[in-house]
């Protein structure tokens, strides 16, 4: 026989159960939002400069619910934390969380752009690396993004070879502050380059058409062209250049030019568009001849020309 | 790696003007651009803080040895700049009337070859607007054309703007409008065809290229959707030309690439899918209109007259559709599918007249065609809280299809050629989390493809991957190593390329007033190629055996006396050892053509000691003192050896 209970008991195991919770709620009051002003009496350094904080855009809004404005929107409500006069155990410390928490937090809002559409499977993210390994919310030195020092040496910080690369003789201008790393990258995770074979590289931005991002700047490169030089638009700008930096004079992975020009123009079968190979040089060209040994010097319009098969103009 | 001193925070007593200084000592003494921007507490105006730093001063520099290869690689002259610069303007109550935020920072602005400024205006929840401008002085030796002098004219410069205007930054629908304006002018290189055969002579013409960018987009959040799509127009032309006492050229080469974009996100708990697709349809024109006349090289009159034109078209399709799945919460699995089309085509004419032989030349529009379609899927599993692995499979198909095509009645196409290229590749790893604040992450990556399109490229390759993190406190230390090896040879060339690169750095802040940090470098770079090429008239074949040895390494210490000084101490140095000889020839090693003895190796040094003080003055005002030396020594051709002292003197002025 299924046990059933009378309407009466009903009423007195619900009456039971109400009086149970009002009485755990007496001794754990729920945590509860008190808003940021009540932060600042204490956190007087953060809120006086908070005005100049992106996220006061939450607090100036007015219309942001409590859990997504202002401090409490990252550091959860304040209330507990008030009673207990402080301390990192009443209130979301960033500094005592893992890093996917820390991004969690943040993605809360900030997944929003499609720009930080990948973060989650981006190198960094898989590496470990958190936002606030390189943002600082509070009282940032810098005035945009809420970088916690210059870029490039946020990105030095973990890639040594880069500095490496852009303290070569010829480089790119990150340095010098003409250029910055996102420029070309996307720290938060990019799509895989769709104009190359391999998923390399990695976190590469793209020009208009999901093309190198080098063609950003070097728009008379991008063509069309009459006569492309196909491993440009096959293989990329990296098969003859280091974008980063280089020993070589125009970023070029040889230091003459006729040596890198002759490892794919060597004649040999099995390569270029007709399968026929890369055509070695012709007599007229002795290259023990100095002057036959900078191939550009002629061949001008290297990446591609209208007017001449052999890129002379 | 770079720490900065633990300086006080705004707000805890330290001024905007040792703010300021501390900033600038964040960079190479003369690029005092590039420094993060000093935060200063700013003071009130109206219902506004302002806070604001100017940086002026006079940049100096003396050069000896080869100067045109200094300009190439340093290129900073003399005069007053203005060298930074930083101002904003925040809303007390984020409710300004016209605006909650005016930022405004410029560097190297006077005439330093690399300048910028960036400029952003908002008022909460209504706009948005970005501008960022930049123009670069190239200077890159060309050709010698000043006589006994070497005066070298290869000088452009380029200029940049971006404008981007967001309207309802903060809704839910928001709407974007952009314009882009780069250009670019000077001296560039050229040629000029000589009247003997396939002669030609280097000249230098000038430089006329403009692209702009119109565009206009909206982005929608919907259901936990998020869709972005953008339509934009870009224009270019390039308006080159020469003109020389019997030559004359004209070339205009003027196009648009009208191109949409589309990007769709969408997550939600354990799934998310995202994708972006591009369409482009670029178009060109072009028109070459050249004549030469004069004397061959038998010393017969002859001239000679080319036309060419047509217009080309590419237009390019891409998408990009990944699928993420986190079906438990230690795992996550990610696949996802691109494919990337591209064709060249377009028609085009092209004569060739020459008055001596009455013979007339045509060619013809070479069509080329990519079509790539890839998948990968990555999975990662997190065994335990500090042990996690990944791993991943790719597999992509490239087809590359050309044909040259007639545009005359009755010419006939070329044949067509096709190729399919088919690559294999898989990808592992480990990260470790042995102890706190230790990460350890360990990746290799093997790929084959079976039908590469140069001679160089990838084909049998496989990439090695370590990484080594420790903090402890204001200590950091980095190691890592990465490897790349790729073969590609068939059975008449061998190509092998090795690269090797492994680095380290470590940082630390032991006090409040002093930092260190130091990084090292070393790329090893071993590549064997196939080569043929003509000596006279013997065609020469053997093997090309390139070997660079590229030591990097920079130290610098940082000292923040009080509020009163600040200094910074630095050296930077990038040595290429090449295979370890001190003459072009003569090696017993490497390749045993006598072509490629001398250019096989490539050693170099360039290094720069550096310095920087600021000193404050009084309250807000600072005065700075830098100094860089840059040395360039080429051990194979000591005309291209350059020293140089740069530096400046400035005041720095916050409020």
């Known amino acids: 026989m299924a046990l059933r209970f009378s309407r009466t008991t009903d009423y007195r195991l619900a009456l039971a159960a109400i009086l149970?919770?009002?009485?755990?709620?007496?001794?754990?009051?729920?945590?509860?939002?008190?808003?940021?002003?009540?932060?600042?009496?204490?956190?007087?350094?953060?809120?006086?400069?908070?005005?100049?904080?992106?996220?006061?855009?939450?607090?100036?809004?007015?219309?942001?619910?409590?859990?997504?404005?202002?401090?409490?929107?990252?550091?959860?409500?304040?209330?507990?934390?008030?009673?207990?006069?402080?301390?990192?155990?009443?209130?979301?410390?960033?500094?005592?969380?893992?890093?996917?928490?820390?991004?969690?937090?943040?993605?809360?809002?900030?997944?929003q752009t499609m720009s930080r559409a990948n973060i989650r499977r981006?190198?960094?993210?898989?590496?470990?690396?958190?936002?606030?390994?390189?943002?600082?919310?509070?009282?940032?030195?810098?005035?945009?993004?809420?970088?916690?020092?210059?870029?490039?040496?946020?990105?030095?910080?973990?890639?040594?070879?880069?500095?490496?690369?852009?303290?070569?003789?010829?480089?790119?201008?990150?340095?010098?502050?003409?250029?910055a790393c996102t420029d070309c990258h996307n720290p938060h995770g990019s799509f895989a380059p769709e104009w190359r074979m391999a998923s390399k590289p990695k976190m590469t931005g793209t020009g208009a058409a999901d093309e190198e991002p080098c063609l950003k700047c070097h728009s008379e490169k991008r063509g069309p062209f009459a006569y492309e030089h196909p491993p440009v638009r096959i293989e990329g700008c990296e098969i003859c250049h280091s974008p980063h930096g280089s020993t070589n004079s125009r970023l070029l992975r040889r230091p003459v030019v006729f040596t890198m020009c002759l490892e794919c123009h060597n004649g040999a079968p099995g390569f270029s568009l007709r399968g026929t190979g890369d055509p070695n040089p012709s007599q007229a060209h002795n290259m023990t001849d100095p002057r036959y040994q900078n191939c550009t010097t002629c061949h001008v319009r290297i990446h591609g020309s209208n007017s001449d098969s052999l890129f002379r103009r | 790696m770079t720490l900065q001193p633990r300086y006080s925070r705004p707000g805890r007593g330290a001024t905007g003007a040792s703010l300021a200084a501390a900033a600038c000592l964040l960079l190479p003494a003369v690029c005092a651009a590039q420094q993060t921007d000093a935060r200063s507490q700013g003071g009130g105006w109206g219902d506004y803080t302002v806070s604001s730093s100017f940086e002026?001063?006079?940049?100096?520099?003396?050069?000896?040895?080869?100067?045109?290869?200094?300009?190439?690689?340093?290129?900073?002259?003399?005069?007053?700049?203005?060298?930074?610069?930083?101002?904003?303007?925040?809303?007390?109550?984020?409710?300004?009337?016209?605006?909650?935020?005016?930022?405004?920072?410029?560097?190297?602005?006077?005439?330093?070859?690399?300048?910028?400024?960036?400029?952003?205006?908002?008022?909460?929840?209504?706009?948005?607007?970005?501008?960022?401008?930049?123009?670069?002085?190239?200077?890159?030796?060309?050709?010698?054309?000043?006589?006994?002098?070497?005066?070298?004219?290869?000088?452009?410069?380029?200029?940049?703007?971006?404008?981007?205007?967001?309207?309802?930054?903060?809704?839910?629908?928001?709407?974007?409008?952009?314009?882009?304006?780069?250009?670019?002018?000077?001296?560039?290189?050229?040629?000029?065809?000589?009247?003997?055969?396939?002669?030609?002579?280097?000249?230098?013409?000038?430089?006329?290229?403009l692209r702009s960018e119109y565009r206009v987009g909206n982005e929608i959040r919907l259901h936990g959707f998020r869709l972005t799509w953008t339509h934009g127009w870009e224009d270019f032309k390039d308006d080159g030309g020469a003109t020389l006492n019997s030559f004359s050229r004209t070339e205009p080469y003027h196009g648009t690439s009208p191109y949409w974009r589309v990007g769709l996100f969408y997550e939600r708990g354990w799934f998310a899918v995202n994708g972006r697709?591009?369409?482009?349809?670029?178009?060109?024109?072009?028109?070459?209109?050249?004549?030469?006349?004069?004397?061959?090289?038998?010393?017969?009159?002859?001239?000679?007259?080319?036309?060419?034109?047509?217009?080309?078209?590419?237009p390019v399709a891409?998408?990009?559709?990944?699928?993420?799945?986190?079906?438990?919460?230690?795992?996550?699995?990610?696949?996802?599918?691109?494919?990337?089309?591209?064709?060249?085509?377009?028609?085009?004419?092209?004569?060739?007249?020459?008055?001596?032989?009455?013979?007339?030349?045509?060619a013809f529009f070479e069509y080329l065609g990519i079509f790539t379609v890839a998948n990968r899927t990555n999975v990662n599993y997190q065994a335990k809280r500090w042990l996690s692995f990944h791993g991943g499979y790719q597999y992509t198909d490239r087809r590359i299809r050309s044909v040259q095509q007639a545009v005359f009645a009755g010419a006939p196409a070329g044949p067509a050629y096709e190729q399919v290229n088919i690559l294999n590749s898989g990808l592992g790893g480990v990260r470790l989390n042995a102890l706190k604040g230790l990460t350890l992450t360990a990746e290799g990556e093997v790929g084959r493809t079976n039908h590469p399109f140069a001679a160089k490229s990838d084909q049998n390759y496989h990439t090695l991957l370590g990484h080594l993190r420790y903090q402890y406190k204001s200590l950091r230390l980095l190691a890592a190593s990465h490897a790349d090896y790729n073969t590609n040879s068939t059975a008449f060339t061998a190509y092998s390329s090795k690269s090797r690169v492994n680095s380290a750095s470590a940082s630390w802040a032991p006090l409040g007033w002093l930092a260190l940090d130091a990084s090292y470098s070393k790329l090893h770079l071993d590549t064997v190629g196939g080569i043929a090429y003509f000596a006279g008239a013997q065609l020469a074949s053997g093997q090309s055996y390139y070997i660079g040895n590229i030591h990097s390494g920079s130290l610098g210490v940082r000292v923040v006396l009080k509020k009163l000084a600040t200094c910074y101490l630095g050296y930077s140095i990038v040595q290429d050892t090449g295979d370890g000889r001190g003459n072009p020839f003569g090696n017993a090693t490497g390749s045993s053509l006598p072509a490629?003895?001398?250019?096989?190796?490539?050693?170099?040094?360039?290094?720069?000691?550096?310095?920087?003080?600021?000193?404050?003055?009084?309250?807000?005002?600072?005065?700075?003192?830098?100094?860089?030396?840059?040395?360039?020594?080429?051990?194979?051709?000591?005309?291209?050896?350059?020293?140089?002292?740069?530096?400046?003197?400035?005041?720095?002025?916050?409020?």
């Open chain 2, 596 to 655: 490629f003895q001398a250019a096989q190796t490539y050693p170099i040094r360039f290094q720069s000691p550096m310095a920087r003080v600021s000193i404050r003055l009084v309250e807000n005002v600072r005065a700075n003192f830098g100094y860089q030396r840059y040395g360039f020594r080429d051990d194979f051709h000591s005309l291209q050896d350059f020293g140089s002292n740069t530096g400046y003197v400035s005041l720095t002025w916050s409020f």
């Open chain 1, 122 to 179: 981006s190198s960094h993210t898989l590496n470990g690396v958190a936002c606030t390994d390189c943002h600082l919310i509070h009282g940032t030195p810098a005035r945009r993004f809420l970088l916690a020092k210059a870029q490039t040496e946020l990105c030095y910080q973990c890639h040594a070879n880069v500095r490496a690369d852009f303290s070569m003789p010829f480089k790119h201008r990150v340095n010098e502050g003409f250029m």
């Open chain 2, 56 to 209: 002026t001063g006079y940049r100096f520099q003396t050069v000896s040895g080869n100067d045109a290869e200094y300009r190439s690689t340093v290129n900073f002259g003399n005069g007053i700049k203005l060298l930074d610069n930083s101002f904003t303007m925040n809303s007390k109550d984020g409710h300004g009337r016209w605006f909650d935020e005016i930022l405004l920072t410029t560097r190297g602005l006077g005439g330093d070859p690399y300048e910028s400024a960036a400029f952003r205006v908002q008022k909460n929840r209504w706009y948005r607007y970005d501008l960022l401008w930049r123009r670069n002085d190239y200077y890159n030796p060309g050709l010698t054309t000043g006589g006994a002098t070497g005066a070298q004219l290869l000088n452009t410069g380029y200029d940049s703007q971006n404008h981007d205007l967001t309207i309802l930054p903060q809704s839910k629908i928001q709407i974007f409008l952009g314009y882009t304006r780069d250009s670019q002018s000077g001296a560039g290189i050229s040629t000029v065809p000589g009247l003997d055969a396939t002669a030609v002579y280097s000249v230098f013409v000038n430089v006329r290229r």
């Open chain 2, 318 to 362: 891409a998408g990009n559709l990944t699928i993420s799945a986190q079906p438990a919460s230690k795992l996550a699995v990610v696949n996802q599918t691109s494919t990337y089309n591209v064709r060249t085509e377009g028609n085009s004419a092209y004569t060739e007249f020459d008055n001596s032989t009455q013979a007339v030349q045509y």
């Open chain 1, 20 to 111: 149970t919770a009002l009485v755990a709620g007496a001794q754990t009051p729920p945590n509860q939002y008190v808003g940021s002003a009540a932060c600042k009496d204490c956190h007087s350094d953060v809120w006086r400069t908070f005005n100049q904080n992106p996220h006061f855009k939450s607090v100036a809004s007015g219309k942001e619910k409590p859990a997504d404005t202002g401090c409490e929107g990252c550091h959860g409500p304040g209330d507990r934390h008030i009673q207990a006069f402080g301390g990192r155990e009443t209130i979301v410390a960033f500094s005592t969380m893992s890093r996917p928490q820390v991004l969690d937090a943040c993605l809360r809002c900030h997944s």
């Open chain 2, 277 to 314: 697709f591009s369409y482009t349809a670029g178009q060109r024109g072009y028109l070459l209109d050249e004549s030469t006349a004069g004397f061959n090289l038998a010393g017969a009159a002859a001239n000679r007259q080319v036309a060419a034109y047509g217009t080309a078209q590419r």
